[in-house]
């Protein structure tokens, strides 16, 4: 699978962005909506960490975001949301989206990766 971000950029903090994520190449015979998709993000000299993740009913965010961001999907035409508002300094880093077969392997980072987005928050 394929996966390609876009949207990413500079905002003042308080500001808005929304990241988009395009799947392609997904396996015949096999919906998207059988997959979980979520998002990471890396800052300079750290290491990725989980951001957002969904699969089926369950949605599960990393607390440093919870009630700020919010992902979304579309799983007939392959494109997953993220839409971050409030937002801050902090959330500068390199934003990736990524698939996995379950939530289990997607939240320890063993799925497909996109090629990342820039976001820079300024203060």
């Known amino acids: 699978m394929l996966l390609t971000e876009s949207g990413g950029g500079l905002v003042q903090a308080g500001g808005s962005l929304r990241l988009s994520c395009v799947a392609s190449?997904?396996?015949?015979?096999?919906?998207?909506?059988?997959?979980?998709m979520g998002w990471f993000r890396q800052a300079p000299g750290k290491e990725r960490k989980f951001v957002a993740g969904?699969?089926?009913?369950?949605?599960s965010y990393a607390r440093s975001v919870e009630g700020r961001f919010s992902m979304s999907r579309d799983d007939v035409n392959k494109i997953m949301y993220l839409q971050m508002n409030n937002m801050k300094p902090e959330d500068t880093a390199v934003y990736y989206c990524t698939a996995s077969s379950s939530m289990g392997t997607l939240v320890r980072g063993m799925g497909s990766w996109g090629q990342g987005t820039q976001v820079t928050v300024s203060s």
């Open positions: 969904e699969k089926l009913t369950s949605t």
């Open positions: 190449g997904v396996p015949s015979g096999v919906p998207l909506r059988d997959y979980a």
